[in-house]
């Protein structure tokens, strides 16, 4: 993944001051175990070019704490030039991308030059139009090269008469609403940095309520005033608080398991219910459990500290049979629907619970989000409403269990809630 800026004209050797990068020097930084190296090929009184790219470590990303632990799956994002690559390249770029190089070279900083920016591969689901459409408007000439037939993986090539600065706040704007996808927690800190590099142009461009949303989505930090602004609570607590409040209502709750419980956050909040016995956070990942021991040993005041328990729904494991409570939340779309048959038949057949939560997101609400896609990269689908009951339902083979619906978060009048529930009773438990 990189970037290469590219100038023409007089006085483009000022760049090196704003970058504050010797030419004759290789500039060459491990950050978080990838290597970072900047790079001089053109330096000349009228022509300058300069690539920034980034050699990714892909076991770093999933072999310590501190690493980006993004998802368990394999994906393309350590090549692609996203929200990662941002991260990697942010302190190399911090003098240019903060207007702030020595005093001597001050001047330069609201000097506009003729810019040329190549960077990718980009890992997109937006058409070109759409693509094109958030650069243009700021003044860029947009050309676009797709790598594969599918135009998934394309280059783009911005040209434009800017400031290096805007040019840089502009991309590190864009590029993660491109990607879709953000790496890391997207908090208050998340709002100020884009507000800061969107100042004098985020609030005027055509497409502000796309690139707010699709910047701060995840966290529900965005309002329809497209004013970014925390929420008091973000959809992943919601769905953790109503799948406790659930639990809490009842008969049986002595012994639960949350499949898939990966950092421990729900489990974290499942150990103060009044009446647990057992709780197993149940997770693959050895990485997310480490996390979640930490999270857990931090824990006061509980009815049960919860058991890291090493597990995975492809495996048959007899400590997880006839538990009171089995939670499966935001799991089931990260697995190939050809096979969830057997994992539904080995948690409703052979681990039996007396009460089986499952939650997924409702496929219909992507549209308040604006999206033409799914809402994680690594979601193998993503049910309508219906869609998801008629499933539910195929799945209670015996019918033994009674089966009952709801949504989480926000209700929307045509397309209901962005997260859907099943809970799964077993039909005893209910006489």
Known sequence: MQLTIRAKGENVKAI?????????????????????????????????????????????????????????????????????????????????????????????????FAFEFEVGPIASTMTNKEISDLFEPLGYTVSIEAIHHQQRARFLTLSADITLQQALQHLFVLIPVLDDYKHYFIDQLEVDKLNRYGEGWLATHPMKEVIYKKALRFSHLYDKSTTAKPSTSSLNTLRYEKIVETIKQLPRKSSIVDLGSGEGKLSSLLAYIEGVEELLAVEPSEIAMKKALKRFEALEGVSVSPTPTWGSLFYYDARLQHKDVIVLCEVIEHIDEERLPKIMSLLLTQYSPQTLILTTPNAEYNKVYELNTMRHNDHRFEWTREQFQKWCSAMNTHEQYELSFTGIGDQHELYGQPTQMCIFRKKEMIL
């Open 16 to 112: 090196s001051y704003l970058l504050s990068k010797n030419p004759n020097n290789l500039y060459e930084r491990r950050v978080r175990e990838h290597l970072v190296r900047l790079v001089y090929h053109e330096f000349t009184e009228t022509n300058l070019g300069v690539t920034i790219f980034v050699t990714p470590d892909p076991l770093a990303l999933v072999q310590n704490d501190n690493a980006l632990d993004i998802t368990h799956y394999i994906n393309d994002r350590e090549f692609a030039a996203s929200s990662i690559f941002l991260s990697l390249i942010r302190s190399a770029l911090g003098t240019a991308l903060n207007g702030k190089p020595k005093e001597e070279y001050t001047e330069w900083v609201l000097h506009s």
